[in-house]
């Protein structure tokens, strides 16, 4: 005799349970869930034993370290993952709907690096092609740009990330490579086979230790065991580069901020052996319905916007 189809018991909120087994399906992490949906682990797994119970059916089964979906699993998943995602995501496009028939805004967070060197070509073009929209970008940093998101305030973030939170999708676009810079007639200008060792007897002039520039410049020291010494912290990437110019310190920076303009008046050498290249792109928050305005504009952030002579390196980073 062929067995009962599992039968949901329509009892209770079916959201809650239903967002917990999709968040566990595609992370494979009750841990993982649980950090995404801003739960507690034993919270996510009340929510799945429940919809099991429910169903009838077992739908996750550990394999090595990770939980993966048994077939019907698999059946529910392909169901409920549109289903989730759309309410998830009902409360902006209800708002987008009710805007009527106006050119409605877009809010856009992004550093002070990419709104100087990066974005301005984008918002050039977004507005000859968008004029009724009313465009504010948000000039913040790190957590502050992330709070924005995860709040709605904004649409998107643009700029790099170097550790992407559970809760957001980072899609990066452009890299840029680490660029050492001095003053024309600094030692270390000419020198050959430079090596990060050349570096250590000269006070470094770097943004403030909150930034990344700063973590990433002090892991690489670290990681070498070279010592290296801070003349001076300031922000801005052009503040930077007037200092040194003056012979106050060198720098490591990246190629987005460079332009022809500086290679006159600074020695540029690559430290692409040494630094890893820093990612620009779009962060947005996962499940987020992007309203018409934010995927347009996100499809204008393209590699083929920039053609060679824009920037001196169009290979990206921020601080």
């Known amino acids: 005799m062929k067995p009962a189809a599992p039968r949901f018991a329509y ?8 967002r917990a087994f999709c968040q566990t399906a595609r992370l494979g992490s009750v841990s993982r869930a649980a950090e995404a949906l801003y739960l507690s682990q034993p919270a996510v797994t009340l929510q799945l034993q429940a919809l099991e119970r429910d169903i009838g059916v077992k739908l996750l089964e550990r394999s090595g370290r990770r939980l993966v979906m048994t077939r019907e699993g698999e059946a529910l998943y392909e169901l409920a993952r549109p289903l989730v995602e759309g309410l998830d995501g009902i409360e902006g496009a209800f708002r987008e709907r009710i805007r009527g028939l106006d050119g409605g805004e877009l809010n856009v967070a992004a550093g002070t690096s990419t709104i100087l060197y990066l974005l301005p070509r984008i918002v050039e073009r977004f507005k000859a092609e968008h004029p009724e929209v009313r465009l504010t970008l948000h000039n913040v940093t790190g957590a502050s740009g992330l709070d924005l998101l995860r709040s709605d305030d904004v649409d998107m973030a643009v700029g ?4 992407v939170p559970a809760d957001l999708d980072y899609a990066p676009v452009y890299r840029f490579e680490p660029m050492l810079i001095t003053p024309p007639d600094h030692p270390l200008a000419d020198k050959p086979d430079l090596s990060l060792q050349d570096l250590s007897p000269y006070g470094l002039i770097l943004p403030p230790q909150r930034l990344t520039t700063y973590r990433m410049v002090d892991l690489v020291f670290q990681r070498n065991r070279v010592p290296y010494t801070v003349a001076l912290e300031v922000g801005g990437w052009e503040i930077i580069k007037q200092y040194v110019a003056m012979g106050l310190g060198i720098s490591i920076v990246t190629a987005i901020c460079l332009t022809e303009a500086d290679h006159e008046r600074l020695a540029v050498r690559s430290l692409a052996g040494y630094f890893p290249d820093r990612s620009y792109g779009v962060v947005v928050r996962k499940g987020k319905y992007l309203s018409p305005q934010a995927r347009a504009f996100s499809e204008l952030i393209k590699p083929d916007l920039f ?13």
Do not use: A, Q
């Open 160 to 163: 790099s990330m170097l550790d």
């Open 11 to 18: 009892k209770g909120d079916r959201l809650k349970p239903l």
């Open 307 to 319: 053609v060679r002579g824009d920037y001196y390196d169009t290979g990206p980073s921020e601080r």
